[in-house]
């Protein structure tokens, strides 16, 4: 199968690339430079321009679309919550427009997405039927998966990937944990009562493949384990595996100082369940944070 992949040098990105060419599958990386090879198709997402020809996204099967600044990467500012929307949403509108203008368009857009969508849910468990949250990461949220309509109205099967927290050791959330546990500076952040929704790094590029090759499967479905936990039992998990104290506290005061706006995701509850992930019969092979975190150090 022939598939195109944005957000290719990221973390997630990277891996699936791995996984996909590992099973012969050739693989089109859309790079924002000159394309140097023809595994490459130069795109400008904030132009909405992506050049598109036979050696590029004519012919591909699937599309699949990672690419945004990363959330947690800098500080809240106005001109930096622009480029987390501008990133994502211009991007998408890119991808799906020109998709559109394909005389053959590829049968599945996989779009990534966030259970950023459903917002601070306390200790209610929500699934893809529930409604997006309130503030910033939600609003975003809504309108990168609109912006994916275009693709939908050629009748393109598109499906938007709700990712939870990835657990990895080399990046995201997870990279920068992981050493300061190592270090024995490792505690609850707040209360420790908030839910965090994980998935494993395999389980992520699993599902990813899943979303892909399953034909049923369009619109929002949650990339998270079916074990959503607390930020005080992923810190005793933490402590309990890599034999370390967590006798550490970040108090929510400390951490809105530090981060600003960017506290609330931290401090924020999603517990969110992988309902559609699930009744498609796809297979955890992480289902709880202890197999997860093993998987992630191993």
């Known amino acids: 199968m022939r598939i195109a992949v944005t957000g290719s040098t990221g973390l997630i990105g990277t891996a699936l690339v791995r996984s996909l060419r590992a099973d012969g599958h050739q693989v089109v990386r859309l790079v924002r430079r000159a394309a140097s090879s023809r595994e490459e198709v130069t795109w400008d997402p904030k132009r909405r321009a992506v050049k598109a020809t036979a050696d590029g996204l004519a012919g591909c099967e699937a599309v699949v679309h990672l690419a945004g600044a990363g959330v947690g990467d800098h500080r809240w500012t106005e001109t930096y919550k622009k480029e987390i929307r501008d990133s994502r949403v211009l991007g998408t509108a890119a991808i799906a427009e020109t998709l559109a203008s394909l005389d053959a368009p590829p049968k599945v857009f996989v779009c990534g997405s966030a259970i950023g ?62 050493p300061l546990f190592r270090a024995g500076l490792g505690g609850r952040l707040g209360s420790g009562r908030q839910y965090w929704s994980y998935i494993s790094m395999h389980d992520h590029i699993a599902a990813l493949r899943h979303l892909i090759d399953t034909e049923s499967l369009s619109g929002p479905v949650n990339l998270t384990a079916p074990q959503p936990v607390t930020n005080r039992e992923v810190t005793e998990a933490m402590g309990r595996l890599l034999k370390r104290p967590t006798l550490f506290t970040v108090p929510a005061p400390a951490l809105r100082l530090a981060l600003g706006e960017l506290s609330a995701d931290v401090l924020g509850s999603q517990r969110v369940l992988p309902r559609r992930l699930e009744e498609s019969g796809f297979a955890f092979a992480f289902p709880g944070i202890d197999d997860t975190l093993r998987a992630a150090l191993n």
Do not use: I, K, M, N
Request: proline share 6%; aromatic share 12%.
């Open 117 to 178: 969508f459903y917002g601070d849910t306390g200790e209610r468990a929500v699934d893809e039927a529930a409604p997006p949250g309130e503030g910033f990461l939600p609003s975003v949220c809504v309108e990168w998966e609109e912006a994916a309509a275009p693709a939908q109205e050629a009748g393109v099967r598109t499906v938007f990937a709700r990712t939870g927290l990835v657990v990895a050791r080399e990046g995201g959330a997870w990279g920068r944990l992981f």
